[in-house]
């Protein structure tokens, strides 16, 4: 059994990857049974493997001094006749729970892996490795289970999360037994494992003995279980992943896809979807219950309209607005969401563009509706665009740029002097009809006028006869300025 066990053992980290040489590992070493029996066989394995070792043992000083000292001991003796280097910290576990609004499991099992991670920066380690099994992982699934996880949370523990590595997830906790009683590795028990007011124990204690009655191998079936539901998470999220990268738009601040779009996904994917914006944007998706899952499907497909929603509080909104983009006339309309780690200015909302002004020799830039604005005024044409970017730009003579420019929103009666023999005005009210731009937006698109008021053009979408085309003749004369507003989306 022992030479099995090891070389099952061996074979799992190999096949999986866990571990490779030149590796520096710490362990999460409490002194146990599974963290006991992983040191030891990490430590035997240390030259074929190639690594280097050490452990951490965290007090959670929930635990009387007298037991936490004789494990402490214990461990220190343990790590000192093996030659591995111990770490150990401690953190009040209780009052992280209580400050916290967390269960006290809920709060060790932050405290452990915060501190793990950051021992493990500060002293070299690139692994970490803990000692779940499947017993734990069948545990954790019934655990999910109970409180009505979805699918995506059924694939139990992996055996690898980012640098974290669990090299037993191949074994049974009676295996561990059976290797730990053959090779004599003492470990510790801890009181508060025979607990049942703690949930992991009361399942442990309590429920799995009665499903083992029903069959005894059940969490090595569930573990074929976990095997096929990862696989097809996989897929899934592939799928999501994919239509994140290739059809929306994203930065820390939002995430931005059009609706029609989201419309043609499979159910299925399109509740990945908002589970990997929650992780894309809040870090990750622990209180994405059904419940936030189906408000944020509810409020994309309309169901319950608004242009604004509190999916998770303080933490995760969605929102509604036509889309538009200024390089296309603000003509190109198509319903987009927007997903935000914080509250979402709505793009259509408040005052519109906001009033400033721009001299000879200035440039000027604001942000507004998802884009950003750069205005100047100078002797010659801008020399670049940056990439992604429209430039709108055009001429005026001296006498009629007199002073600085103004850059403010569209306002009721605005009218703007036509080009052409015919010559005469034309109210901007019926230029944005006849453009077919969307009411809303209309107050968001810049118009730029004299000091006096006289409107010289409708950024993208219209010049007036007081201005000239770059390229056009009589452009770019003595005596003439030029102006442009560089337009580039942010969101």
């Not at 060790?108 to 950051?118: D, F, G, H, P, T």
């Not at 995506?152 to 669990?166: D, F, K, L």
């Amino acid at each position: 059994m022992k030479n099995i066990f090891e070389i099952k053992f061996f074979d799992f980290i190999k096949k999986n990857g866990l571990i490779r040489p030149g590796d520096k590992i710490l362990v999460a070493y409490s002194g146990g049974l599974d963290s006991s029996c992983l040191l030891y066989l990490l430590n035997k394995l240390r030259s074929k493997l190639a690594i280097d070792l050490g452990a951490l043992y965290l007090n959670h000083q929930i635990r009387s001094e007298t037991e936490l000292a004789e494990e402490i001991r214990f461990i220190a003796e343990n790590c000192k006749k093996t030659g591995v280097e111990l770490i150990i910290e401690k953190a009040d576990v209780a009052k992280a729970a209580s400050e916290g609004g967390l269960s006290l499991e809920e709060a060790a099992r932050n405290a452990r892996y915060e501190i793990l991670k950051s021992a493990a920066a500060g002293r070299g380690y690139n692994k970490i490795a803990t000692a779940h099994h499947l017993d734990d992982s069948a545990e954790t699934a019934v655990m999910k289970l109970v409180k009505g996880a979805s699918p995506s949370a059924m694939a139990g523990i992996s055996e690898s999360a980012g640098n974290v590595v669990r090299p037993l997830m191949f074994a049974l906790r009676s295996e561990i037994e059976e290797y730990a009683a053959l090779n004599d590795i003492g470990y510790c028990q801890d009181s508060t494992n025979r607990d049942i007011k703690y949930e992991r124990n009361f399942v442990r204690n309590e429920i799995m003995p009665l499903i083992k009655r029903l069959n005894p191998n059940f969490a090595s079936k569930l573990s074929i279980f976990g095997e096929i539901q990862k696989r097809e998470n996989d897929f899934i999220d592939s799928a999501a992943v994919n239509f994140f990268k290739t059809l929306c738009r994203h930065d820390e601040r939002g995430i931005v896809f059009g609706a029609a779009e989201f419309a043609g996904l499979h159910l299925a994917v399109k509740r990945r979807f908002i589970l990997h914006a929650l992780r894309v944007l809040c870090g990750g998706a622990n209180e994405a219950n059904f419940a936030v899952v189906s408000s944020a499907l509810d409020f994309i497909e309309k169901k319950n309209g608004g242009e604004y929603r509190e999916l998770i509080t303080g933490k995760f909104y969605a929102s509604r607005a036509a889309d538009f983009d200024p390089a296309s006339r603000y003509g190109a309309f198509e319903e987009k969401i927007t997903f935000g780690a914080v509250t979402p200015h709505l793009r259509f909302e408040g005052e519109g563009f906001p009033c400033l002004t721009v001299a000879e020799g200035e440039t000027k830039s604001c942000d507004c509706a998802g884009f950003n604005y750069v205005f100047s005024l100078g002797a010659a044409p801008a020399a670049i665009v940056p990439a992604g970017a429209h430039e709108f730009g055009f001429f005026l003579r001296r006498e009629a740029a007199a002073g600085p420019l103004v850059i403010r929103r569209f306002r009721e009666g605005d009218k703007i002097k036509l080009y052409g023999p015919r010559g005469g005005t034309q109210k901007l009210s019926d230029l944005f009809t006849n453009a077919k731009i969307y009411g809303p937006l209309r107050k968001f698109i810049p118009v730029i006028c004299a000091a006096d008021g006289e409107i010289f053009a409708v950024c993208n979408v219209k010049l007036s006869a007081y201005a000239i085309r770059a390229g056009e003749k009589n452009s770019g004369e003595a005596g003439q300025v030029y102006f442009s507003a560089i337009s580039k989306r942010i969101l």
